[in-house]
Nanobody, 121 residues
């Protein structure tokens, strides 16, 4: 059983910072891509940033220069440092992992339960 557990969400004023963490646990063979998505009320879930096992990162245009994704492969953990937060960053943030569970050969996709980020103006 693979689980993704997020932490670090909360309420912050515009211009502030938050750091999200997501740890993957369970029977895991290897993790390819880990990433963060977000979903605001009435909107579709969108990619915020993702990162490969070798450290290659990809960002949505709306967060470039403000957010930084990083990863600790030894801990199966991905982080999202969010700076200069704006009210439009308010959303539920979901962790995502593309991985191969132990005893399997095919890659599977997993989601965390989500963590709320609220940015007040």
């Amino acid at each position: 059983q693979v689980q993704l557990v997020e932490s670090g969400g909360g309420l912050v004023q515009a211009g502030g910072s938050l750091r999200l963490s997501c740890a993957a646990s369970g029977s895991i063979n290897s993790i390819n891509v880990m990433g963060w998505y977000r979903q605001a009320p009435g909107k579709q879930r969108e990619l915020v940033a993702d990162i490969t096992s070798s450290g290659s990162a990809n960002y949505a245009d709306s967060v470039k220069g403000r957010f930084t994704i990083s990863r600790d492969n030894a801990k199966n953990t991905v982080y999202l440092q969010m700076n200069s937060l704006k009210p439009e960053d308010t959303a539920v943030y979901y962790c995502n992992a593309d991985l191969i569970p132990r005893y399997y050969q095919d890659r599977r996709n997993y989601w965390g339960q989500g963590t709320q980020v609220t940015v007040s103006s």
